[in-house]
């Protein structure tokens, strides 16, 4: 099995901390199209797949004839299988009750909601085209399509957020019942428009402290609603049968951090066979130009070494509630490892296992420096 991923660099405007490669240039959509479908006929033909994710971007902002053709060719190139996810990113802005039928209609059972926020005054600082109104009405346009299975994307760490209004967030989305939430920090990357805000004086960055305590809230609101934490950034509703994991974790980012190969097709879009790991150009007019004349798109590549594997391992898998697999190390992987976790497992930041390392709860705080301590450089 591998998962697809499809990069979609639509946007009708920009948000001010998005790293990620986009575009405004709405009127290459057809041309993106036609390309996509031709670099997906030069890659992996006939592979199945289990997932499949639209990211982008902003998926929505292609027609639903646009998604029909993109669909039909995945289907036409690889072999989907009968239960895969098909996860498609949206703004709340761009779905109705039309869209979300055609959605349903094409087979996606899984939509990926970019809230944010609840705050409108929130949602003007970063630039988002929708206000928080518009959220709940997208979520009811979804499932009264039969879309149950919905997440919904949440920021914190906004300047002059406080806890207050961040438990208020929080309570606004566990209103809606989704059946995952995603939850990051608001990040000032640079070569982002508010990372320059940031360098100019413009706007001040969350502190530390203050950002703990509101990971914190975040990690008991959800479990006191029945979510798992099964990621440091994700939360799955639990079933009501009393099951100890969710059935609705989210599939094709599970397979990312289980090591399972992945191919991306678009611009910017990466790539990962278990050997080597690969990049397409991130300029939406290179991409169409060498992709229409049957050539792979491609900027670069690395070959994954046992040392590289290794560290893919411990910056992946400990991300999960589940942590690192001891079986799938080599013997001297698995004692480097177990050498090297042995004094935060003492300081209580890893717990320990026959066949798994993980994090703790104290743990998942610092999981940056922890991971940098375990990788091999």
Not at 25 to 43: K, Q
Not at 176 to 200: D, K, N, V, W
Request: proline share 3%.
């Amino acid at each position: 099995m591998k998962s697809l991923y499809i990069h979609i660099p639509f946007c009708e405007s920009r948000c001010i901390y998005c790293g990620f490669y986009s575009t405004t240039r709405l009127t290459l959509r057809d041309e993106y199209i036609s390309a996509l479908v031709r670099e997906m006929s030069l890659r992996d033909v006939g592979s199945t797949i289990n997932t499949i994710y639209l990211g982008g971007g902003t998926p929505s902002q292609l027609s639903p004839k646009q998604l029909r053709t993109l669909l039909y060719n995945i289907n036409k190139v690889y072999c989907v299988d009968r239960n895969a996810e098909i996860t498609i990113e949206c703004n709340p802005d761009d779905i109705d009750k039309e869209y979300a039928v055609e959605l349903a209609d094409m087979g996606f059972n899984r939509v990926s909601l970019g809230a944010q926020t609840f705050s409108d005054e929130r949602l003007q600082f970063i630039k988002r085209r929708h206000n928080a109104r518009q959220i709940a009405v997208a979520v009811t346009a979804l499932r009264e399509a039969e879309i149950k299975n919905i997440s919904i994307d949440l920021m914190f760490g906004f300047p002059g957020q406080t806890l207050s209004d961040w438990e208020n967030d929080i309570k606004h989305a566990l209103a809606l019942q989704p059946r995952h939430i995603s939850a990051y920090s608001l990040m000032y990357e640079e070569g982002t428009p508010l990372h320059a805000m940031f360098e100019r004086g413009k706007t001040d960055q969350c502190n530390d402290e203050q950002s703990l305590a509101m990971f914190e809230l975040l990690v008991d609101m959800m479990k006191a609603d029945g979510y798992e934490h099964y990621e440091i950034s994700n939360f799955a509703k639990l079933s009501e049968d009393g099951g100890k994991s969710s059935p609705f974790r989210s599939v094709h980012n599970s397979n990312y951090w289980k090591n399972v190969p992945y191919t991306g097709i678009g611009a910017a879009a990466h790539s990962y066979d278990l050997h080597e790991r690969s990049w397409n150009i991130a300029d939406i007019t290179e991409y169409i130009k060498i992709a229409n004349i049957g050539k792979r798109p491609i900027e670069g590549s690395e070959l994954i070494d046992k040392d590289t594997h290794y560290n893919d391992i411990v910056t992946t898998a400990l991300r999960t509630r589940e942590g690192i697999c001891l079986n799938d190390l080599t013997m001297e992987q698995r004692e480097y490892l177990l050498k090297t976790a042995q004094p935060m497992y003492e300081r209580g930041l890893l717990a320990i296992t026959d066949t798994n390392i993980h994090l703790t709860r104290k743990g998942i705080f610092v999981s940056d420096s922890i991971m940098t301590e375990l990788i091999k450089i």
